[in-house]
């Protein structure tokens, strides 16, 4: 055909892939260059993804007009690279040109992907390191209630820190197993070493108190500081405690 | 496509992250519920994009700034929500990655988010996650579920390996999958499993509470 001949010779060698179709898109003639990008095919829209089929079938026939747009397409080496390509009809045939868009786009996506990978490993290091910041404080916590038999009666619990509804939660069952195990008569809260007292933590610390009552033990509580007294009173919880004002007077009393 | 929709989709498109935070904001205060937000509004408008790209009137580089932009937002959602809503951790933990070559993550980190609304803890892997690193991060971790996806019928192929090897481990965690071909294709016939398929965010809903409770998997 003379057409046909006129054709190749004009894309034959050109350094791109580029295609000659007819209305229906059947390839008519195809570059060298297409043929080291992709794979063979009678028809334009086997080349392209098959996700990708309509729209390119809308971009190309486009009423015979000119266009340009991007049409995922299987290559040889993937089975969807992004390309963009471009359509020019001329009498009942269409001149098509692929420029495959990886390299540009791909340093795009690698960009991206490397913010976001950064900042989820920020975001990681940051879970991590809560967590394991929240079972130090965990075993701070537990540190700050040591158990301590002193006679066959008598225990002492010196409190550390802050006296809040979390210390005594972590610490009440070590407490009254403690208690239970050791069959004491008595049991000293030593609040020298209590810093600020909330009035949840008041709240537990009276439960556990009750607790104890319960078990047969009774608590004493010593070395409460006037900045303490003001919460243990309007904490609107009732100490089943006897108070004592030091720790030295208490054991002076318990161990006789 | 409501209007709205629409101007939150351009909001991404020109990467205007403030604009987008207002609509969004609109939408807590309007009592909306993540779900609600997730699927009406987010999901709606990266249809939407999609469709642009059918359309021929954005490009593939304008999707990826969209995306990056909605990453951030919802990033950015969660940490609003969280500040007055602290739910009781729910002491079970899930796992989220997208397989080999799938780079469309947003709606799985929807789902993370949704999981982690109710007090789970969750890790989310991100695109394109060879199985190796999956099957590390499972076994050392040792998530109750594990939620995967991919939105490519390419992707698909190497569906029924994932879940082949995941099923492998000892502790046998829930093995969910998603994208948005599940309501499109039958997938199953790919998988001797167990696997459950999540055709929408509210499935997600749905099934968590009866996941927790114990009782039958099966949305």
Request: net charge negative; proline share 3%; with cysteine.
């Amino acid at each position: 055909m003379y057409a046909g001949r006129i054709i190749m010779s004009s894309i034959e060698f050109l350094p791109y892939p580029c295609f000659v179709v007819d209305q229906h898109l059947y390839i008519m003639e195809r570059s060298q260059s297409s043929g080291f990008t992709f794979g063979p095919a009678m028809n334009f829209l086997e080349l392209v993804d098959s996700e990708s089929r309509k729209k390119a079938e809308r971009l190309l026939k486009n009423g015979f007009k000119s266009a340009e747009g991007e049409l995922k397409m299987a290559t040889k080496d993937s089975p969807f690279s992004l390309f963009t390509v471009r359509i020019n009809w001329h009498k009942e045939w269409g001149y098509i040109i692929c420029t495959e868009k990886v390299q540009s786009l791909n340093d795009l996506i690698e960009t991206v992907e490397k913010q976001r990978l950064r900042l989820s490993e920020t975001n990681f290091e940051l879970f991590e390191k809560k967590e394991a910041l929240e079972e130090s404080l965990r075993n701070i916590r537990e540190l700050s209630g040591p158990f301590i038999k002193l006679s066959k009666q008598t225990a002492l619990v010196p409190l550390f820190g802050t006296l809040d509804h979390l210390l005594i939660v972590q610490n009440e069952f070590r407490f009254t197993h403690e208690a239970a195990k050791g069959d004491y008569e008595q049991v000293i809260f030593d609040f020298h070493g209590v810093g600020d007292i909330t009035e949840e933590g008041m709240g537990a610390f009276g439960q556990l108190i009750s607790q104890l009552k319960l078990m047969g033990a009774r608590s004493i509580v010593t070395g409460v500081k006037p900045q303490h007294a003001f919460v243990v009173n309007n904490a609107g919880v009732d100490i089943d405690a006897s108070f004592i004002k030091s720790l030295r007077d208490a054991i002076k009393e318990t161990i006789q | 496509m409501n209007s709205q929709v629409k101007h939150f989709a351009d909001c991404l498109l020109s990467g205007h992250q403030d604009a987008a935070w207002e609509l969004l904001l609109e939408e807590i205060h309007a009592g909306k519920s993540s779900l609600e937000i997730y699927q009406q509004l987010i999901t709606n408008a990266l249809i939407y994009i999609g469709q642009l790209w059918e359309e021929n009137r954005i490009k593939v580089a304008d999707e990826h700034l969209a995306s990056a932009t909605c990453d951030f937002l919802l990033s950015r959602y969660f940490f609003y929500r969280q500040q007055d809503n602290k739910t009781q951790p729910a002491n079970k933990k899930a796992m989220f990655f997208c397989l080999e070559q799938e780079q469309h993550y947003l709606g799985l980190k929807m789902a993370s988010l949704l999981f982690e609304e109710q007090g789970w803890e969750t890790r989310f892997l991100g695109p394109n996650l060879p199985l190796e690193y999956v099957l590390n991060m499972a076994e050392s971790w040792r998530p109750d579920v594990i939620g995967l996806s991919f939105t490519t019928l390419y992707s698909a192929d190497k569906l029924s390996m994932y879940i082949a090897a995941l099923e492998e481990l000892a502790h046998s965690p829930a093995l969910l999958v998603g994208g948005r071909l599940i309501p499109k294709y039958d997938f199953s016939s790919d998988t001797s499993s167990s696997a459950i398929f999540i055709e929408k965010l509210e499935d997600i809903q749905r099934w968590m509470p009866i996941f927790v409770c114990g009782k039958d998997h099966h949305v």
